[in-house]
């Protein structure tokens, strides 16, 4: 995410090292070579400009605390400014009527109708009743895309294939969700390759007729500057009232949907970094201008982590440790748990350093392939004991799972290690900290 431009920033930050104080010569150096990564990382050029004439004009004059360098304390800068380039504060969705109506709009291909899946999984995650509306009448298939993301993620999804009418299937699924007792309906709406007025009309008329509480506008954070040329369009005619970046797990320069937020003030809502139906994310400025800076989000990490991991599951998993019982079925399972949270890279990315450590090393799930291949070939009784595995079971368990015995050995190791330490924190009375650390609710 944002990798590229995490790099440039760094090499500009590398100016001012070894620099004893602020200078207005080493500040204008680091400076330009501050806008020129935003410029580079398709950042709007005169939205780069305000936002490095902001930083230069904080900067000269700072005394540097004795405790920290220029290149620090401009990192600071620099991290203020992106947050508020992106808005400063996180915005919440509305969600207001009964039902409340969400409108989702944007061009084709934008990933408007995943998202939509997503974002009532999101809300299903909330205790919310949610309808899913199919009111792309263009696209078949964005019908059938809509009923197999609804299915995936355990919600209802009104369709009328037959009806050309936008409107009057919408408002034919907002009756059928007052009686069915949904409390929130997400529209999908059809998207076009470009804006044009047929599209226009069609949406507007949407949000006339429905009055939404929420009209959301899904963005492709790979299209560059006509990112902000169509938010634009769209927001003359709609008056959204926040915006979704989605494709941003992908290495793309994805400036220009930063500067979305000061073209069109509106609020950046949502971010979407995969496939998966649970990678979605509130949006806060402040935590991805620290992700852009390479200082990580772990609160964001906690945050993942707690939808992902079963509360019930974690007490039995801490009761396990406890007694020293943790086997190949429970890792098996915490691996599982941790593929739901969503892309590997993104996940470890979000740690302190962790983001330029990975870059260029190609990590997603089929990184675990080879662990739960040697695991699933493991008896019942080997996985529950692993001291049984003598050298003939190593054998088969490697043939079983396409894996070298050294590779079996590896894993065979690594456990063993993870299991002493875990009876070493128990017996030193540290197994109460750890495990409130392992365990995501803290009980």
Do not use: W
Not at 4 to 17: D, I, R
Not at 223 to 234: L, M, P, S
Request: contains cysteine; charged residues 30%; glycine residues 8%.
């Amino acid at each position: 995410m944002f990798d590229s431009l995490s790099v440039k920033l760094e090499k500009a930050f590398q100016t001012l090292k070894g620099q004893g104080k602020i200078t207005e010569i080493n500040v204008a150096s680091t400076i330009k070579e501050i806008r020129k990564a935003l410029i580079d990382a398709d950042v709007n050029y005169k939205v780069a400009k305000e936002v490095t004439d902001e930083i230069r004009e904080k900067a000269l004059g700072q005394d540097v605390i004795t405790a920290i360098s220029p290149g620090q304390l401009l990192t600071k800068i620099t991290s203020d400014e992106l947050t508020a380039l992106m808005g400063g504060q996180s915005e919440d969705i509305k969600l207001e009527g009964s039902p409340a109506v969400i409108l989702i709009s944007g061009l084709q291909g934008s990933g408007k109708t995943t998202f939509t899946g997503k974002l009532a999984l999101y809300l299903k995650k909330q205790g919310r009743n949610v309808l899913l509306t199919a009111c792309d009448i263009y696209r078949p298939a964005a019908i059938d895309q809509l009923k197999v993301l609804g299915e995936q993620v355990g919600v209802e999804v009104y369709a009328e294939p037959e009806n050309k009418d936008a409107v009057k299937i919408a408002k034919a699924a907002i009756e059928h969700a007052r009686k069915n007792n949904h409390r929130v309906v997400i529209v999908d709406t059809a998207g076009r390759l470009a804006v044009d007025e047929e599209m226009m009309n069609e949406i507007a008329g949407l949000k006339e007729s429905l009055r939404p509480s929420e009209t959301l506008f899904v963005v492709d954070s790979m299209t560059g500057q006509d990112a902000v040329n169509t938010a634009r369009a769209f927001n003359e005619r709609l008056n959204f009232d926040g915006v979704v970046l989605t494709k941003l797990d992908g290495d793309t320069r994805g400036g220009a949907a930063l500067s979305i937020r000061r073209v069109v003030d509106k609020p950046i809502k949502f971010i979407s970094t995969g496939e998966k139906m649970e990678a979605i994310d509130r949006f806060y400025p402040d935590r991805m201008a620290s992700r852009i800076l390479g200082m990580g989000d772990v609160i964001s990490l906690v945050e993942r982590a707690q939808q992902a991991y079963d509360e019930d599951e974690a007490k039995r998993l801490s009761k396990k440790i406890r007694k020293n019982q943790f086997d190949f079925n429970d890792f098996l399972q915490q691996l599982q748990q941790v593929k739901k949270m969503g892309n590997m890279k993104d996940l470890l990315g979000m740690i302190p350093g962790m983001g330029k450590a990975l870059k260029g090393v190609d990590l997603d799930d089929n990184s675990f392939k080879p662990i739960e291949a040697i695991i699933r070939s493991m008896t019942m009784d080997e996985r529950e004991n692993p001291d049984l595995i003598n050298g003939s079971r190593k054998t088969r368990i490697a043939k079983g799972s396409g894996r070298t015995v050294q590779e079996v050995n590896n894993l065979l190791k690594q456990f063993s290690d993870m299991r002493k330490l875990m009876k070493t924190m128990n017996k030193m009375g540290g197994g109460k900290k750890a495990l409130s650390a392992l365990n995501p609710f803290g009980r």
